[in-house]
């Protein structure tokens, strides 16, 4: 059980949370909607077209995400968490002010700068999942460590997007084959990612978003054939990775 002065820094940090949750969530709407620099953030990615740039409609899982992290907000603050998440909340306050900044300067068109954004964006989650505490409690399993495991998968992928972007920004993208061949390699490094996560954290939530995001690639450059077999494959071994990793927790349980 904290002491006093713990117990007083933890309320204040679940407070925290929950405003820099609220914080992220408007600057997002800013930018959804173009409020900042008139562009939104699909609008800054069609102006420097990737190979790895997925469909649409794979974004939308940033609604899930969100919806996850609210979540988490709310339950984190309940008067029985205020010890358990004590590891984690700075480092989701860190994660959050990341990915405001991330916003501005993507918008903004500040793409190399954006990249060390979203560097700590995703050091924060890797330590956040890292520390996360272990349960069998259904309820925190989904209003914490599964928010978290999908925002990481989803972040890898946006990590390698921004990077690739950034060659594009440079004008040092490669062109016809060497650019497919680039493209798959980094496919072939989420997906040698997503395996890794699997097996080291148990998190098959992590796997299966990097499958999300490969299906979409793969659609929306469906007349690249060497880019839809390679991510087809990704998908069928983060499929396979996920679902043994998911046999091995029930059978752990028994």
């Not at 925290?16 to 959804?32: D, E, H, M, Q, R």
């Not at 790895?52 to 979540?71: E, R």
């Not at 998440?85 to 959050?96: A, D, G, P, Q, V």
């Not at 989650?125 to 989803?154: H, K, M, Q, V």
Request: with cysteine; hydrophobic share 55%; glycine share 4%.
């Amino acid at each position: 059980m904290p002491d006093k002065t713990n117990l007083i820094v933890e309320r204040i940090r679940q407070f925290l949370v929950i405003a820099a949750t609220a914080g992220t969530l408007f600057v997002n709407y800013l930018a959804g909607t173009g409020s900042i620099n008139n562009k939104t953030p699909a609008d800054i990615s069609d102006q420097y077209p990737t190979l790895l740039t997925p469909s649409g409609y794979a974004f939308s899982i940033w609604s899930l995400i969100y919806v996850g992290l609210i979540a988490f907000s709310i339950y984190q603050a309940l008067p029985a968490q205020i010890a358990r998440f004590s590891k984690i909340r700075t480092l989701y306050i860190i994660n959050c002010a990341a990915n405001c900044v991330w916003l501005y300067l993507w918008s903004y068109e500040q793409i190399l700068l954006s990249l060390s954004a979203i560097f700590v964006m995703l050091g924060t989650l890797i330590l956040i999942n890292i520390n996360l505490p272990s349960t069998d409690s259904p309820s925190e399993t989904w209003l914490a460590r599964i928010p978290f495991n999908i925002y990481f998968g989803w972040l890898t992928v946006a990590t390698i997007l921004n990077f690739s972007i950034a060659l594009v920004f440079l004008g040092v993208d490669a062109t016809g084959a060497s650019r497919v061949f680039f493209a798959s390699v980094l496919i072939i490094v989420a997906i040698i990612l997503g395996v890794i996560i699997q097996f080291k954290l148990a998190i098959a939530a992590y796997p299966l978003t990097i499958a999300w995001a490969l299906i979409a690639i793969a659609i929306k450059h469906s007349t690249e054939t060497v880019i839809v077999t390679v991510a087809a494959f990704g998908v069928i071994v983060l499929l396979i990775t996920a679902l043994s990793g998911l046999a091995k927790s029930k059978t752990s349980l028994r």
